[in-house]
């Protein structure tokens, strides 16, 4: 488990606080450059597109949904493999999660909040956004229910919820870490955000019923969540849409980004964190591994995609399935299957799968596929839709190109807050990796 | 007033509450930087009424959030294609997320009830218990038990013993 030898109880107490307790200028440095290139490239056109209107953006009469949405389900997707998961392999019990599964459960939220943002940018008039809550109100407005926009904002809005509370409450013995090791404002900050935690048996025993019963609640519900984001697609008729299989291929492909985003995270943490001690090549290993295989279902879906089109054969079917073959963004296309589907399968050397590096790249390779999926499913079906008259191209405008930019740029502000606010590393669970210090020994 | 004793090792901790235990202790507190099965045994914790919470909070999550669309669809009314006013299949999933949000609402309150936090007052407790040692505190110890707890945690291979005042 350990490349560099088994660290002390005290070590890793050590080790882990003082990413948060000791700030350096490299921090602030990349922290102010993230805010900034935030506030610039998705602020900015965000403030000017709510004073000309929605127009800025590329969508048009044919194509009445575009990248906005597209990013919304690529960080809806990003967010999955973090409290997935961390859930399925507590419910498990492996071992290998407790050094990664914290920041992971970061990812998780912070890719949720991303999301959530591209809703509010997509709807134009984001002060009536509240209208889409059951809240009651003197107007006699309520949500239809019926909507799958609807099972949305019920899905969404638990798992940001559930994923809040999973991170939290596995994070309380840690606050209460921070909270001995730190002094004034901080530690009366830390002594609330720990409820007072002591550590006593029946403390570790009600936490370790509580966590259980949220994996367990946090399973089904990340299934559900982007299951619920793809019927925003597939329960409209529209060709290149309307299929059963893509709740599958949606959570797959959700799974698929998020762990290699995962791996992306993994990098940076032991790369300016130093974090070798604790992040290791079993985690690289097994983290490669399941991606060869989420790759293969995600390959295999793509196929089992073409070949349901093919067969059944609607002319409107096969028309939209040969613009995205063939049509105008037939090169994205093709990239994202050498992306998702060939250059994933190098992780089958373990050469390859050994070295952080490579797999830096691969897991970039990835999400850029994905990212791009998302855009493909988006922009190849809306302007396709049955009669040539219907028929139009969608090019992302300056506007919702820099917003795309800019929210990578808020995820890695939220991200870097987080490292300072949170140990990016569970300590206690660490600490359960270890052998335990005998008096024999 | 509480008997605070301080372990290095794990085995001799838990060896100090086993005797503790059996001598006719019943509280006490065993503190520990991470969770241990065996602690929790020797205070007999078994499952957990944690458990309860969520299943409550599952069931009341279900029939809310059924009743809520449910409800919407009867007061404002709208007729589809001739299609039933209460539509069970879109609802269902309403009742699923309902469930689930409820559930996670309750398991934390749960956490709460059970473990006793916030805690609102002092405790005995040693920061060093976050970090590498196990402690077992021995509270509410009558002045004729103090010597006889201290001599088995002693015994037990404790490298601290200490007296602390407790807030009642």
């Not at chain 1, 309380?172 to 007072?196: K, M």
Request: charged share 15%.
């Amino acid at each position: 488990m350990f490349d560099h030898g088994q660290p002390s109880y005290a070590d890793v107490n050590k080790d882990i606080l003082s990413t948060m307790l000791e700030t350096g200028p490299r921090y602030w440095m990349l922290l102010g450059t993230s805010m900034s290139v935030a506030g610039i490239f998705f602020f900015m056109p965000w403030i000017y597109q709510l004073f000309v209107g929605v127009g800025a953006a590329g969508m048009n009469r044919n194509a009445v949904w575009g990248t906005y949405l597209s990013n919304f389900i690529f960080w809806i997707g990003l967010s999955h493999s973090g409290t997935l998961l961390s859930a399925v392999l507590h419910l498990t019990n492996s071992p290998w999660r407790k050094a990664i599964y914290r920041s992971a459960e970061a990812m998780t939220l912070f890719s949720l909040m991303t999301a959530a943002l591209f809703v509010m940018v997509h709807v134009g008039r984001v002060w009536f956004v509240h209208w889409s809550f059951p809240i009651p109100n003197q107007m006699g407005l309520w949500p239809n229910f019926r909507s799958p926009l609807m099972f949305d904002v019920m899905a969404i809005t638990t798992y940001l919820t559930a994923s809040s509370i999973f991170i939290y409450m596995g994070s309380v013995p840690d606050f209460a870490a921070v909270r001995d090791a730190s002094t004034g404002l901080r530690r009366r900050l830390y002594t609330i955000f720990s409820f007072g935690w002591r550590g006593t048996a029946r403390e570790w025993h009600t936490l370790g019923w509580a966590y259980t019963f949220f994996a367990i609640f946090v399973v089904p519900l990340a299934v559900s969540v982007h299951s619920i984001v793809s019927w925003d697609f597939a329960l409209s008729a529209v060709p290149g849409f309307h299929h059963t299989i893509f709740a599958p291929y949606f959570v797959c492909g959700a799974i698929y980004s998020g762990t290699a985003g995962i791996v992306t995270v993994m990098y940076c943490l032991r790369r300016f964190l130093n974090f070798e001690k604790y992040i290791g090549q079993v985690h690289l290993d097994s983290l490669g591994k399941l991606l060869i295989t989420l790759s293969l279902i995600w390959s295999y879906i793509n196929i089992l995609e073409l070949f349901s089109t093919w067969y059944g054969g609607t002319s409107f079917e096969v028309e939209a399935l040969m613009f995205r073959l063939t049509g105008f963004y037939a090169p994205l296309y093709w990239e994202m299957i050498l992306f998702c589907a060939f250059v994933p399968l190098l992780m089958l050397f373990k050469k390859i799968r050994w070295s952080w590096n490579k797999m830096l790249v691969i897991s970039v390779l990835i999400n850029i596929g994905m990212l791009t999926e998302r855009f493909i499913i988006v922009a190849t079906s809306q302007p396709r839709k049955f009669l040539p008259d219907a028929f139009g191209y969608y090019v992302p405008s300056f506007v919702e190109i820099s917003i795309t930019i800019g929210s990578f740029a808020i995820f890695t502000t939220l991200f870097l807050i987080f490292i300072k606010w949170v140990p990016a590393i569970s300590i206690y669970e660490v600490k359960e990796t270890l052998k335990p210090l005998r008096r024999d020994a | 007033m509480a008997i605070m004793g301080t372990f290095m090792y794990e085995e001799d901790f838990i060896s100090a509450a086993e005797n503790l235990k059996s001598s006719g202790f019943d509280n006490i507190s065993l503190l520990s930087p991470l969770p241990l099965e065996e602690a929790q045994e020797v205070l007999g914790l078994g499952k957990s009424p944690v458990r309860r919470f969520a299943l409550a909070g599952a069931i009341i999550g279900a029939i809310s959030g059924f009743a809520m669309a449910a409800g919407t669809a009867l007061v404002f009314i709208l007729p589809t294609g001739g299609r039933a006013i209460i539509t069970i299949p879109p609802y269902l999933i309403i009742t699923y997320e309902m469930t689930i949000l409820f559930g996670v609402l309750f398991t934390l309150l749960g956490f709460h009830f059970v473990s006793g936090l916030p805690a609102w007052r002092d405790k005995p407790y040693l920061p060093s218990a976050n970090i590498d040692r196990f402690v077992v505190v021995v509270e509410g110890a009558e002045a004729d038990q103090v010597a006889r707890a201290e001599a088995i945690i002693r015994d037990a291979g404790a490298d601290e013993i200490r007296h602390v005042e407790v807030d009642e």
